[in-house]
């Protein structure tokens, strides 16, 4: 299901995972723990598509079965395009002030009008050279940066220890987003979206804003849209540091339930011992590694 291999991630000199190689199973569930600073969130965040890790040969980054890494990279593909680029606009740059220089000190009266015309040529071949360049590289970006977004958006679901409810929609309509931004249909996703709710306890609540909401229930409405769109894998960071016991007890009986009946795999950070303790692995991190 997922498979790391060599992940190294650098904030200016700090190098904050120092070649984490990881494989997940399908249907496991596997606890990612250590103390503040070892690199679990990074880690959380890089697997889940939400960073990028340094650029390696050796490093690699599967998600059943898509390359993740070049979904990520658009540098190589636009390395001779950028090249090319850099070379036309230096080479009018350099012959801009040669013609200025020569303008300047050398000119005759009979070459004026010449060199004018000669001189709105060559400040026009960057201008153009630029234009070209960019439009070519902020479309194959956007391209990219789409096939990333549909991705992650159909195949990851994500919670967090702050649920990011939007304060200003209603709960079915919170877990709905994910889908609409797939395209879904408004009426077959509304549907769903209650069938979730339901089956997490809380059809009761579906016309409900966040802040009519326990914060249990409100985490529980981010389970929901992280379900919306089925996805193979959900990433968990700290999803219940922001709970009271019994909600967070309740939180942890419900991942289990989930894997057991729809057999998504999850991947949670946390501070938790019982949790790490619940899960099929846990994995320790110290100083940017996997401890073994």
Same mark, same amino acid.
């Given at each position: 299901?997922?498979?790391?291999?060599?992940?190294?991630?650098?904030?200016?000199?700090?190098?904050?995972?120092?070649?984490?190689?990881?494989? /997940?199973?399908?249907?496991?569930?596997?606890?990612?723990?250590?103390?503040?600073?070892?690199? $679990?969130?990074?880690?959380?965040q890089?697997?889940?598509?939400? =960073?990028?890790?340094? &650029?390696?040969?050796?490093?690699s980054?599967?998600?059943?079965?898509?390359?993740?890494?070049?979904?990520?990279?658009?540098?190589?593909?636009?390395?001779?395009?950028?090249?090319?680029?850099? /070379?036309?606009?230096? @080479?009018?740059?350099? %012959?801009?002030?040669?013609?200025?220089?020569?303008?300047?000190?050398?000119?005759?009266?009979?070459?004026?009008?010449?060199?004018?015309?000669?001189?709105?040529?060559?400040?026009?071949?960057?201008?153009?050279?630029?234009?070209?360049?960019?439009?070519? %590289?902020?479309?194959?970006?956007?391209?990219? #940066?789409?096939?990333?977004?549909?991705?992650r958006?159909?195949?990851?679901?994500?919670?967090?220890?702050?649920?990011?409810?939007?304060?200003?929609?209603?709960?079915?309509?919170?877990?709905?987003?994910?889908?609409?931004?797939?395209?879904?249909?408004?009426?077959?996703?509304?549907?769903?979206?209650? $069938?979730?709710?339901?089956?997490?306890?809380?059809?009761? &609540? /579906?016309?409900?804003?966040? @802040?009519?909401?326990?914060?249990?229930e409100?985490?529980?409405?981010a389970?929901?849209?992280?379900? /919306?769109?089925?996805? #193979?894998?959900?990433?968990?960071?700290?999803?219940?540091?922001?709970? =009271?016991t019994?909600?967070?007890?309740?939180?942890?009986?419900?991942?289990?339930?989930?894997?057991?009946?729809?057999?998504?795999?999850?991947?949670?950070?946390?501070?938790?011992?019982?949790?790490?303790?619940?899960?099929?692995?846990?994995?320790?991190?110290?100083?940017?590694q996997?401890?073994?």
């Amino acid at each position: 299901m997922i498979h790391a291999k060599n992940i190294h991630k650098f904030y200016d000199k700090l190098e904050v995972l120092k070649g984490v190689d990881l494989h /997940i199973k399908k249907g496991e569930i596997v606890s990612i723990v250590g103390a503040s600073g070892a690199g $679990k969130t990074t880690l959380l965040q890089i697997l889940g598509t939400l =960073d990028t890790p340094e &650029r390696n040969s050796a490093s690699s980054l599967s998600i059943n079965g898509k390359n993740i890494l070049r979904l990520q990279d658009i540098e190589n593909d636009n390395s001779k395009e950028e090249k090319t680029f850099k /070379i036309v606009t230096w @080479s009018g740059v350099i %012959y801009i002030i040669i013609l200025v220089v020569y303008l300047l000190f050398f000119r005759t009266k009979i070459l004026d009008e010449t060199l004018r015309l000669v001189t709105l040529g060559v400040l026009f071949l960057p201008i153009v050279s630029m234009f070209v360049y960019y439009n070519r %590289y902020f479309k194959k970006k956007s391209k990219q #940066d789409k096939i990333l977004s549909e991705f992650r958006n159909l195949n990851l679901g994500f919670i967090f220890q702050f649920h990011q409810l939007l304060p200003e929609f209603t709960a079915l309509e919170n877990v709905c987003i994910p889908a609409f931004m797939a395209n879904k249909p408004k009426a077959q996703t509304e549907k769903e979206a209650k $069938k979730i709710l339901e089956y997490l306890g809380l059809s009761h &609540r /579906i016309h409900h804003k966040p @802040s009519e909401l326990s914060g249990g229930e409100q985490q529980r409405v981010a389970v929901a849209r992280a379900l /919306i769109n089925k996805p #193979d894998v959900i990433f968990a960071d700290e999803p219940s540091g922001n709970l =009271d016991t019994h909600s967070a007890e309740n939180l942890h009986q419900l991942f289990f339930k989930l894997r057991d009946e729809f057999g998504q795999t999850f991947v949670i950070v946390t501070h938790n011992e019982e949790l790490a303790n619940m899960a099929d692995r846990k994995l320790v991190m110290v100083d940017g590694q996997i401890s073994n």
